[in-house]
């Protein structure tokens, strides 16, 4: 007995014997905890903040043990129980005992400024806590600007919450948080921080309204460059890819590069997102564009710990829509299998200067086919020919107006979807036929294999398999300068790339 | 400062003259939170468990705190920041920071014996966490039988999940947890304790195995009657009701309940669960049935705490399944706005033991209307009679194969639906026409107003609103011998119960 207590006390002495910061972090949580610890011996209901709160905690940490010792031979202590009872009146009063936690409330991937006075908050939250619970946001800015011992200045505001992607089925689903205040804060260099205060409103359990407290950004005094919201973009036109995923084509990817890099011109910048699609040959690929400053490559890999739809991709377009918003007077959203196309005699520029007014435009698909080509091309010639060079069979039954892509004026959208942004100020058209229009070779991508397997003679319309084809040669016509254009920018080095 | 040092070891001088079990929680929790605020300061998967399971504490007793206190001047130290970073190769590596919690991992209602070595669990978990991810359970039987200082004896095995009411989309889903031991555990009468380690096994992070250790059962030494088990069951009929909610017609339950006994007879019992439905008046007309033992309440209110299908009535009808499982010959599911019904010249009992070979029969419906009546009941005489006895007319357009009720015997049932178990042991007949069925008076139970609202001569066949009707008086013939029933079991103490 009289060791026991002696090595309490060397513990204590121990834990002690550190740095002011921990002293003050470990009081902070020997009282939550102590807390916790009494609270378990008191009825519940008895205080404002229930104490599943805390044994929430109590459960998890135990777990967490649990998990790192073998199996437990020495149970960690029980959450405070619920037992049940016979009332008074011959009622079986039945208690319910919650254990630990299934999803988070919220993960933050990301919160932009959007000018003097708004945020924006990318995250994702548990899918059920907002279909089936009130789940609510409350942004707070934390200003810097406070002598010490004073209580610095605070500014709150409802949250207005927005789901790209409402209606697909997951553990999580995705969150832009739109914080915009009365009136600027932080605007006066003394930085600050902004705080999402994400309340659950009862979604996992109507008795706990329970409510954590992300800091979703910081900035450092002098930090804020106010100039950005108001200088004219750096680029013209910046590509947010979606989440890549797979056993991406190598050449596929290199051909998808030479050609936007060529359409989008010198003022583009385009940001991929590997999702565990770039693998090394992948990443050989768009190496000479990373170092000719048009490619950024974005890890997002750590999604993966958090089942949403395809990969997080709403997460992720919603990321780049905001980090990016002031650096590109258009953003253009579609996948690596698509290839955007302007008519001759006109230039992305001159397109998208037509469209100007509009905040957002759509733009009609060409569903072109992943395996018809050109008898010519038989024979091992189409080994040499690029994928958009030799698919020159273009589905004609498939409605053109299926699955849109689209661009947008970033600086007035609140967030993006997939096939279109639902939340801009400013006008969307629809009416774009004949100006753009975009190839899709579906399934190419992710196919790591020649994708020619029919060799065809028809110059008109054709039908396999039911579908009726025309023969479209628009894209192998401009093969020859994407080609001429790669070996300027980059010389011949993605010349021997695989499929 | 030399106050500010004094303070703190105060607070930890108070912290430290409690009972001895106290000195030893705070000391377990202080450990493991120290553990927690120096992982902080560690890498991300450094270690065996991650420290995202004590993040999750960190954040939500710091929520808690929060909530207590005005908001956050002083906020709660971040969550472990995994800031973006970029990387050698120019890659930007991106991070995402998980915080609190959305939904339990388990919320344990009950657990039972059944047998030597077998045990039912009945909970609540996370939907998500079971639709798209893959939660599991393992049992482990902890015996008391060691002597001090000795580990004592455990036995594990994998618990069977059965998932009743799959499908349906809420926050829970309920979840039946079969736990079979290979031999015999707790039967040498040294008690012993059941716990259920619930695994999320990644679903709500992939990163993350949280297990949480469920104390599922505790047995005092000496406490299981293991005779139960083989003995004759008290009851030949048990009735598991569902929940019970909303604005319930105290009449309607009244006679519901006189039907119910006097069809079941003096062996029988009628397990009520009240989920907010059971408000004064519907308690006294329980009260009489309670008194006389033929009644049992529980008051299950607090599942409201957590949003699954119907006020989680599958979790209670397991719940009552498991629990009364050796207390009954045979247990019947219906709701209380339906009425078995067995033909005259055979008894409930001549048929239940003509389908004795069987572990479950389902009983077919007669849908009655809920405001046709016969207009010899009308200008005020309506009013006296009972709802069985005036609603006699019945839809012989709805298929009387939909909608099935159904009886089983529960010793060879693992779990129980609502139209019926789909985990039995035994046979299954539906082939029970013209020997039982149930007339259902839909609506007529949570309608407080007198049900008849259209009285009808006809006395075969008559269509109404485009369904066709036949005059069904066989109820109707009954209730005479039911309200003497009645009279003779309780008096005529309910007789002034208003609709």
């Not at 060397?10 to 009282?31: D, P, Q, R, S, Y």
């Amino acid at each position: 007995m009289v060791k026991e207590e002696r090595e309490k006390r060397m513990f204590v002495g121990v834990a002690w014997n550190c740095a002011a910061e921990l002293k003050f972090l470990i009081t902070a949580l020997l009282f939550v905890c102590s807390l916790a610890t009494v609270l378990q011996f008191l009825p519940s209901r008895f205080s404002l903040f229930s104490s599943a709160d805390l044994r929430l905690c109590v459960s998890n940490v135990s777990a967490a043990a649990a998990e790192a010792a073998p199996p437990p031979e020495n149970t960690p202590p029980p959450p405070p129980d619920q037992q049940d009872e016979v009332l008074e009146s011959g009622v079986m009063k039945r208690g319910f005992k919650p254990y630990g936690a299934a999803a988070y409330n919220f993960v933050l991937m990301s919160a932009y400024r959007g000018g003097l006075s708004t945020f924006a908050v990318m995250g994702l939250s548990s899918k059920p806590l907002h279909v089936f619970g009130k789940a609510s946001y409350q942004c707070q800015w934390v200003s810097h600007n406070a002598t010490a011992g004073e209580q610095p200045p605070i500014a709150t505001v409802t949250g207005i919450k927005i789901l790209p992607d409402w209606g697909y089925g997951h553990v999580y689903t995705v969150v832009v948080v739109n914080c915009t205040f009365p009136s600027p804060v932080g605007h006066d260099g003394s930085g600050g921080k902004l705080l999402l205060l994400a309340s659950t409103n009862g979604g996992g359990d109507r008795n706990l309204n329970l409510t954590d407290i992300v800091e979703a950004l910081i900035e450092p005094p002098g930090s804020v460059n106010l100039s950005l919201y108001t200088s004219p973009p750096k680029y013209d036109y910046l590509y947010c890819g979606s989440s890549l995923y797979g056993n991406l084509s190598p050449e596929r990817v290199r051909e998808w590069l030479a050609y936007h890099v060529r359409l989008f011109g010198e003022r583009s910048h385009f940001v991929i997102h590997d999702a565990g699609g770039v693998y090394a040959p992948v990443m050989e690929v768009l190496r000479p564009w990373i170092e000719k400053g048009y490619v950024t490559l974005h890890d997002i890999r750590d999604q993966e710990r958090f089942d949403g739809y395809y990969h997080n991709q709403f997460l992720i377009v919603n990321d780049c829509l905001h980090r990016y918003k002031f650096d590109a007077k258009w953003m253009f959203f579609f996948d690596v299998d698509e290839f955007i196309f302007v008519p001759r005699k006109s230039t992305i520029k001159s397109v998208t200067d037509s469209l100007s007014d509009y905040t957002q435009f759509t733009i009609e698909q060409m569903t072109m086919s992943n395996k018809l080509c050109l008898s010519e091309d038989a024979a091992g010639k189409s080994f040499r020919k690029w994928g958009f060079e030799k698919l020159v069979y273009r589905d004609v039954k498939t409605g053109i107006r299926r699955d849109r892509k689209y661009a947008v004026q970033p600086r007035n959208v609140f967030a993006t979807g997939v096939h279109m942004s639902q939340n801009t100020a400013g006008k969307t058209t629809h009416k774009t036929e004949g100006r753009i229009k975009y190839y899709h070779y579906h399934g190419t991508i992710s196919d790591r294999r020649e994708p020619c397997r029919q060799f065809l003679n028809a110059t008109t319309t054709t039908t396999v398999d039911g579908i009726p084809y025309i023969m479209d040669t628009t894209m192998r016509g401009v093969a020859p300068s994407v080609k001429r254009f790669e070996l300027k920018m980059i010389g011949p080095r993605l010349q021997r790339t695989r499929q």
